[in-house]
Nanobody
Framework: QVQLVESGGGSVQSGGSLRLSCAAS????????VGWFRQAPGKEREGVAA???????DYAESVKGRFTISQDNAKNTLFLQMNNLKPEDTAIYYC????????????????????WGQGTQVTVSS
């Protein structure tokens, strides 16, 4: 069983930056696909950035060039660096993990991920 705990959320002004962390226990990220998702009030959960077990990554169009996903396998921690934040980035952010490789077309889908964190709130004011 894998437990995921997010941290690093908060309130920032438009144009600011935040770095989210997702600490995993119970297994290693090395052979997992991992991802970041978000859910704004009244909206469905959507994929933000994900890294496949082979190291390939994918980003939602809305965050390309602003967000970067990375991981420290030694510390079993996943990161999401978020720069130039916009009010529309306001949401609860969740990390997720699943063992093995995911089809590229499903990497940003919130479906069929085995493990989820509890979420961390990100609020961006204009």
């Amino acid at each position: 069983q894998v437990q995921l705990v997010e941290s690093g959320g908060g309130s920032v002004q438009s144009g600011g930056s935040l770095r989210l962390s997702c600490a995993a226990s119970g297994s290693t990220f090395r052979y997992y696909s991992v991802g970041w998702f978000r859910q704004a009030p009244g909206k469905e959960r959507e994929g933000v950035a994900a890294s496949n077990s082979d190291g390939s990554t994918d980003y939602a169009e809305s965050v390309k060039g602003r967000f970067t996903i990375s991981q420290d396998n030694a510390k079993n921690t996943l990161f999401l660096q978020m720069n130039n934040l916009k009010p529309e980035d306001t949401a609860i952010y969740y990390c997720a993990a699943t063992p093995g490789y995911r089809s590229w077309w499903s990497l940003l889908s919130p479906n069929s991920w085995n493990y989820w964190g509890q979420g961390t709130q990100v609020t961006v004011s204009s």
